[in-house]
């Protein structure tokens, strides 16, 4: 099969996209108030790639952030929010100040999993710091473990608003 | 020369803006195809409107230890572009400054562009930096000769380097575009616009991996301003390299020296459709294609080198005089 | 007494110091001072010439049997005014120099006469003259490069040198001579009126010989070897003289003998041409990618002027072999782009040196590999040597720019209806200006970018300062030159018709192009304005930076911070990319041409042999031409006179017999 006719016969892959979530009480406002528009820079702080997975499912043809204005970026400086995933261990903790201190104002801190959001099932360890918001101020919060890919696109949604 | 009319002005005026607000719908639209092609459904042909305006509104960051070289090179390179986009014949032949800049003087300006971003990734003193500066240099050097030889086989139908005058005579003797030199031209002067703007297979403009990068290596501590500025600069290179080569091989609907209003909406028009079929183009022959392996990229551009020598030569042998 | 002086080397007392800091500082204005004014009269006395009129001057008793005649005309005068002015730009800033790197008072003298020679040089009017000036700018030039003769890498230069001048000399005076005997005369005037009549082997000889002599002078290729020992290992002032002033008479005596004085009795054939093009083109693609691969900062300098020399040499074979054909227009095109390139090399190689050295003087150091952040500790200096760098790069807004622009033109509006040589000749030529282009633009950056941007990488580049006002006023001098000949060419048409018009082989009658604010081209269409192209950028450039200002009152105020390390602390100096790392990729792409001799050693653990304990990489890049050609040759010399030697063993009564025999010999011969 040729690739010209796989392109056609496969079509479109992404799934149809919910509606917008517009709730003011869940949803928050977009760092420079351009809606549509978040270059994220990601960290590992401590994950067991079970989140990383998942972020990578999302950006993936099926489920194509990409449409909502979601990207990921390789340096801080291009990006405007920070989406970590794990618990922050001690080897990691410098790193993501320093990666957080990379990223230009006004940004955006996203908590993916439930490591990351509370420690989750390495809360109390000793090579553990905490989870990331014991860390660094944290915005949005996508528990689970791990998130599947619709709660994470839900969760960005609620920050590029679109 | 040409007269400097009013309506050649306004047309020149309308290129540089159309340009500026066309170039990023131009990288949408080709993401947008890519996308498309790929079963996604994309972040829509708006996307690098909103991400420029986004960064337009973040902090600056000057990276300690930088020059002012860091600060100003987003700006020669947009700065350059702007200029190019001014001399070039895209919706008119009469543009006042076509008689200050041939297409040698056109290609130095885009090296111009360039070698400012090296210096800027030379300037951070980072490895990333420095790597990016040195794979791009590489890379122009080796267009370079390639580029000028196709320029080169370009102005023997119209003897003369200058752009309206290209333009012009092929316009008037369309039977010379079908010649072997003239085709041989094209297919050298895609492959130097495919790696001077940075596009598969020379380089991928959308990866996140440092050490395959090469142009994004270079801007990688640009943040807010200067970074919307490199982006934009870098679609409006683009869209630039993609209306000459449009108007060089297919010449019709570019409005005349001194155009009308009607020839310039034309003219407008025509060069639009031009440029976004190119760029459908090239956008989906790149879902085709991987990036080749940066040591393989040399061949491609000698392959392209010999393409544009047999190109001036076949344009020679098969010359037919226009006088 | 004596063992007290060599237990306690003498301190001298402040007065002492003071005395010879003094000393030291009459001479250097003195020298310094001298050169410049001999480099102002040049100047004047060339600009006089070019537009007023020839001078002569004979003066009968200085050399026994034909004197000495200096004949100036436009062509010499267009030689000396650059000459004078590159002195004028160097000798102000040896003021500075000689005081910092503490120049010896042996070249400071030498320094005035060298300039002297070289200014007389194109104003000699016969053959012996030539032939008197040409040693004594030899001779000046080679006491000059010994100058800091303690080294050894200098005294090998100097050896290299002055071996390679004399050969080059030896090829001259042959020439010379039998193109006087054929000529009938000693003066170029006598020669050139007869010059119809000598027969067309001896004018082979003598292209072919002067070829030889005159194109080692100016560092052709396979002649240059001297030029990037020599030229880096001189002072920085006397290498900007060699680089930019003396390479310059290797093209001159070209210009002189093979296509003014030869070129009236006959048209130059083909040939002539075609091999002027050919050498010109390796010469410079093979300077280029030398310079581009060079972590040496004067040696990557000299090399980039073995690559213009090439380029002029291209224009000057253009022409040559245009006008062979006939085509006055296009050919009158490629002299003047020739006369341009001179020029702007002039400039901005001047201003490369003086640059390189106050850099070498603050910090001792030209390896680029330990430069770096020199643009926050000597602003000035960075600044010249940026301006230098992008008018040897060939982009516009550059020195360069023009000259190339109008070589280039000239290729490619050769006559191609029915001439194949032609019709091969050209294109190829184009690709290799293009490749020397885009591998100088590579050079350049490197040499830039590494040596003056990032962040030192070194302790020496560390505690760099900046120059003195004097040297900075030398080196302004030459930015200065490099700004008009990259914006305003228009102020040099005068002058480049001038001379054009005096060279009546090469299509002076055709009219030369005009440079006007526009360059327009006389019989071809093309045109470009540098001037307009500067005023439009600096316009577009401030347009990006207020575009770059929409949605600022949304934006928080900029910062300052430090690099992106990867998430790591910070990046040390010795993270980033060095000289050779950045030539890299091309040092592998033109791995065939280059020959480097790269060696990789891995050390292994001795647990395991996929854990690496160190990997040392050591590369060399040698000049493989040098090492090919020159090294048998060395050899075969070294073995042969071994052998001679076998002859000298040191008894007297051998040399007196050695004497004897001789004698005899002679009175046999004599009889
Ligand atoms: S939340 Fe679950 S999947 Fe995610 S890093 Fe923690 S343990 Fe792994």
């Not at chain 3, 040496?296 to 022409?319: C, W």
């Not at chain 3, 091969?424 to 490749?435: D, E, I």
């Given at each position: 099969m040729s690739w010209t006719s796989k392109i056609r016969r496969v079509g479109r892959m992404a799934e149809p996209a919910t509606p917008t979530p517009t709730n003011p009480a869940n949803t928050?406002?977009?760092?420079?108030?351009v809606t549509g528009s978040l270059q994220l820079r990601h960290v590992d702080c401590g994950s067991c790639n079970g989140c990383e997975l998942e972020i990578a499912g999302a950006f993936s043809a099926v489920y194509d952030a990409e449409q909502f204005g979601v990207r990921v970026v390789a340096s801080p400086r291009h990006a405007d929010g920070l989406i970590a995933t794990g618990v922050v261990t001690r080897n990691m903790h410098q790193p993501l100040l320093n990666t957080l201190n990379s990223i230009p104002q006004p940004r955006v801190v996203i908590a993916v999993g439930d490591c990351a959001v509370d420690g989750g099932a390495f809360a109390g360890g000793y090579a553990v710091v905490g989870s990331v918001a014991d860390v660094i101020p944290v915005d949005v919060r996508v528990p689970g473990c791990p998130p599947s890919p619709a709660e994470i696109i839900a969760a960005l949604r609620t920050v590029t608003g679109r | 020369m040409s007269a400097m009319s009013v309506m050649s002005v306004v047309a020149t005026l309308l290129q540089v803006v159309a340009v500026l607000v066309g170039a990023p719908l131009v990288v949408g639209g080709m993401r947008q195809v890519r996308a498309r092609l790929e079963g996604r459904a994309g972040g829509g042909v708006g996307q690098p409107w909103r991400d420029l305006r986004k960064q337009l509104r973040k902090q600056q960051i000057t990276p300690l230890g930088t020059t002012v070289v860091f600060a100003l090179a987003p700006a020669v390179v947009a700065g350059t572009t702007l200029l190019i986009a001014a001399i070039l014949p895209l919706i008119s032949l009469g543009s006042p400054l076509d008689p200050a800049a041939d297409l040698f003087g056109v290609v130095g300006l885009l090296f111009l562009g360039t070698v400012a971003l090296t210096l800027a990734g030379l300037d951070t003193g980072t490895a990333f930096g420095g790597?990016?500066?040195?794979?791009?240099?590489?890379?122009?050097?080796?267009?370079?000769?390639?580029?000028?030889?196709?320029?080169?086989?370009?102005?023997?139908?119209?003897?003369?380097?200058?752009?309206?005058a290209i333009v012009a005579a092929a316009a008037d003797n369309p039977g010379q575009l079908v010649s072997p030199g003239s085709l041989l031209a094209?297919?050298?002067?895609?492959?130097?616009?495919?790696a001077e703007t940075g596009r598969l297979p020379v380089d991928n403009p959308s990866t996140h991996l440092e050490l395959t990068m090469i142009h994004e290596a270079m801007v990688l501590e640009y943040a807010g301003p200067r970074l919307a500025l490199v982006e934009w600069a870098s679609a409006m290179r683009l869209t630039v390299l993609l209306g000459l080569m449009a108007n060089l091989f297919l010449p019709w609907g570019i409005a005349g020296a001194d155009p009308s209003p009607l020839g310039i909406l034309i003219g407008f028009v025509v060069i639009s459709l031009k440029i976004l079929v190119l760029a459908g183009a090239l956008a989906a022959g790149e879902v085709f294609i991987a990036?080749?392996?940066?040591?393989?990229?040399?061949?491609?551009?000698?392959?392209?080198f010999l393409l544009a020598l047999l190109a001036v030569t076949a344009s020679y042998f098969f010359a037919t005089p226009t006088n | 007494m004596t063992t007290a002086l060599h237990e306690f080397p003498t301190v001298p007392t402040p007065g002492q110091t003071l005395r010879a800091a003094r000393r030291a500082r009459v001479h250097a204005v003195l020298s310094g001072g001298l050169t410049a004014a001999l480099g102002t009269v040049g100047v004047a006395l060339g600009l006089s010439v070019i537009f007023g009129g020839p001078r002569e001057l004979r003066v009968g008793w200085l050399l026994p049997l034909v004197g000495v005649q200096l004949n100036l005309d436009a062509l010499g005068g267009l030689f000396v005014a650059v000459t004078g002015a590159v002195s004028a730009a160097v000798g102000i800033y040896t003021v500075g120099y000689a005081r910092r790197e503490h120049l010896a008072r042996f070249p400071l003298t030498v320094l005035p006469l060298f300039v002297a020679a070289m200014m007389l040089v194109p104003a000699a009017g016969s053959v012996t003259t030539f032939l008197l000036t040409w040693e004594l700018m030899a001779a000046a030039s080679l006491v000059l490069v010994l100058s800091e003769h303690h080294r050894a890498e200098v005294r090998s230069a100097g050896v290299f040198y002055a071996v390679m001048t004399q050969l080059g000399f030896a090829a001259i005076l042959l020439a010379l001579v039998l193109l006087s005997a054929a000529g009938g005369g000693d003066s170029f005037d006598t020669i050139s009126a007869s010059s119809g009549d000598i027969p067309s082997g001896t004018r082979t000889a003598i292209f072919l010989l002067t070829l030889l002599g005159f194109g080692s002078k100016a560092g052709l290729l396979p002649l240059h070897a001297w030029l990037p020992r020599a030229h880096p290992e001189a002072p920085s002032p006397v290498s900007a003289l060699m680089s930019a002033a003396m390479v310059n008479m290797g093209i001159y005596g070209i210009i002189r003998f093979d296509l003014d004085i030869l070129g009236q009795g006959h048209p130059s054939p083909h040939w002539w041409?075609?091999?002027?093009?050919?050498?010109?083109?390796?010469?410079?693609?093979?300077?280029?990618?030398?310079?581009?691969?060079?972590?040496?900062?004067?040696?990557?300098?000299?090399?980039?002027?073995?690559?213009?020399?090439?380029?002029?040499?291209?224009?000057?074979?253009?022409?040559?072999?245009?006008?062979?054909?006939?085509?006055?227009a296009v050919a009158a095109l490629a002299m003047t782009a020739a006369l341009l390139l001179i020029l702007s090399h002039a400039a901005f190689k001047t201003l490369a040196f003086l640059a390189a050295g106050s850099v070498l003087a603050a910090t001792g150091l030209r390896d680029l590999d330990k430069l770096g952040g020199l643009a926050r500790r000597m602003p000035g200096t960075t600044v010249m040597f940026g301006i230098a760098a992008l008018g040897a790069s060939g982009l516009p807004l550059g020195a360069g720019f023009v000259g190339e622009w109008l070589l280039l033109q000239s290729l490619i509006h050769s006559p191609h209806d029915d001439t194949t040589l032609l019709m091969?000749?050209?294109?190829?030529?184009?690709?290799?200006?293009?490749?020397t282009t885009g591998l100088g633009i590579a050079a350049m950056v490197k040499a830039f970018g590494v040596g003056f941007l990032a962040r030192p990488r070194s302790a020496a580049a560390e505690a760099a300062r900046e120059a003195p006002a004097s040297m900075l006023t030398g080196m302004g001098l030459a930015a200065a030159a490099c700004t008009v000949s990259a914006v305003a060419p228009v102020l040099f048409g005068p002058l480049l018709e001038r001379v054009l018009t005096a060279l009546p082989t090469l299509g002076g009658e055709a009219a030369g192009p005009m440079l006007g604010a526009y360059l327009r081209l006389p019989g071809v269409t093309g045109s470009i304005a540098p001037g307009l192209i500067a005023v439009a950028l600096v316009v577009a450039v401030l347009l990006a930076l207020a575009l770059a200002r929409w949605g600022g009152r949304h934006r928080p105020a900029a910062v300052q911070a430090p690099l992106w390390a990867c998430g790591a602390d910070s990046l040390s100096p010795r993270m980033q990319y060095t000289a050779t790392s950045f030539a890299e990729p091309l040092q592998r792409v033109f791995d065939n041409v280059l020959r480097p001799e790269t060696d990789v050693e891995v050390t292994h653990y001795a647990e395991s042999q996929y854990l690496v304990e160190k990997v040392t990489y050591r590369t060399l890049q040698a000049d493989p031409v040098e090492q090919r050609l020159y090294t048998p040759v060395v050899r075969a010399v070294t073995a042969w006179a071994q052998y001679v030697r076998r002859a000298h063993p040191g008894s007297v009564h051998l040399y007196l017999a050695y004497g004897a025999i001789g004698l005899l010999v002679v009175l046999v011969v004599a009889r």
């Open positions: 928050v406002e977009p760092p420079t108030g | 790597m990016g500066s040195s794979r791009e240099i590489t890379i122009a050097a080796l267009v370079e000769p390639t580029i000028l030889l196709a320029v080169f086989a370009l102005s023997v139908p119209g003897q003369s380097a200058n752009l309206a094209f297919v050298a002067l895609a492959i130097v616009i495919i990036k080749l392996r940066y040591f393989r990229v040399p061949e491609l551009l000698a392959g392209s | 041409g075609l091999t002027l093009m050919i050498f010109g083109a390796v010469s410079a693609v093979f300077g280029v990618l030398q310079a581009s691969v060079a972590t040496d900062l004067k040696r990557l300098l000299a090399y980039s002027t073995t690559e213009n020399m090439g380029l002029i040499t291209l224009a000057l074979g253009a022409a040559a072999l245009l006008s062979s054909y006939g085509a006055m091969l000749v050209m294109p190829l030529s184009v690709g290799a200006v293009a490749l």
